[in-house]
């Protein structure tokens, strides 16, 4: 299994630190045309009901992921791994720890929104149950483009 062999090379799931923030921020600006700030990332550290965490691989931050949960909803907010590891299954990691999370603190539905044209993105959550529930037009810019909503009975 991926990731079982993650973990004997050294990957670690934990919370997300000030520290851990240049990392992200340049993780953040390979990864996306409309990146979050680093402000943005503070804050979700800071926020009550906020999840953020990192991979990490060789002291090195892999990949993060920030979440939240308010009552029995949970929504994953960002999720990104640096250029050089991914295929490496650290998504499907982070992932798989977040729905632990969530699961312990009684979320029943788990929401997010992708790229319509992000099929990777898609496919990776499609795998883990999530299906498309809805569209948000026009979501993204640079280049404008459609959301797709979709959810997961936990």
Known sequence: MVEDSLRRKGLTIRTMQ???LPSIVKI???SFSTPWSETSFFNEIYKQRSIPKVAVIDDRIAGYICANHVADEGHIL????HPDFRGKGIANTLVENILE???ENACRFLYLEVRASNNAARKL??????SVVGTRK???TEPKEDAVIMMLRL
């Open 18 to 20: 000030e520290s851990d």
């Open 28 to 30: 953040e600006r390979l």
């Open 78 to 81: 960002n999720l990104a791994v």
């Open 138 to 140: 026009e979501y993204y």
């Open 125 to 130: 959550y499609e795998g883990f149950g999530f």
């Open 101 to 103: 999370e969530l699961k």
